[in-house]
């Protein structure tokens, strides 16, 4: 295969490719253009006109419930703001509250936990008391050592005797 020299090009230089053409079909006439844009506008000025016939219908309204507000009303409504703020600071003092008895509940807790601990052990101490007490108060003579003693004030109530309710 014989070539030249140099190396060819199929396109020559300096020449930039054309956009091939637009169809005729694809063409915006100005008439069908100028036509929309009056079309779009008739559209926005009726929407505006909706728009501002609503604010004005509503701003009627607005100025007939103001017109037939009580005064009392509008004076429990100028001193709503204060009424929140206040009810934001009692809120507040509230958390604070509820936040340093939790504290003081958490450094309890050990104390209470001990204290649940002890409660049956000294229910049994002080039943154990008390029935010993009684075993002794049923032994003869011991009521003369309390009188001696001056502790002996107390005298167990006597057992009533079966035999008696027959």
Do not use: C, W
């Not at 009424?83 to 934001?88: C, D, Q």
């Not at 649940?116 to 007490?133: C, K, N, Q, T, V």
């Amino acid at each position: 295969m014989g070539h030249s020299g140099g190396m060819t090009n199929p396109k020559k230089r300096g020449r930039t490719p054309q956009p091939p053409p637009v169809p005729q079909s694809r063409r915006v006439p100005g008439a069908d253009l100028l036509s929309a844009a009056q079309a779009a506008v008739g559209a926005a000025q009726s929407a505006a006109g909706q728009a501002i016939d609503a604010a004005q219908q509503t701003a009627g309204y607005a100025f007939d419930a103001a017109v037939r507000l009580p005064p009392a009303s509008a004076q429990l409504a100028a001193q709503l703001p204060d009424l929140v703020e206040n009810l934001s600071i009692a809120v507040d003092r509230l958390n604070s509250t509820i936040d340093r008895l939790d504290r003081t509940l958490a450094l309890a807790d050990p104390v209470f936990a001990t204290y649940d601990r002890l409660l049956p052990r000294l229910e049994a101490m002080i039943s154990l008391g008390e029935d010993l007490f009684g075993a002794l108060a049923k032994l003869p003579g011991v009521g003369l050592i309390g009188r001696f003693t001056g502790r002996g004030g107390e005298e167990p109530p006597p057992e009533p005797d079966k035999r008696r309710r027959r």
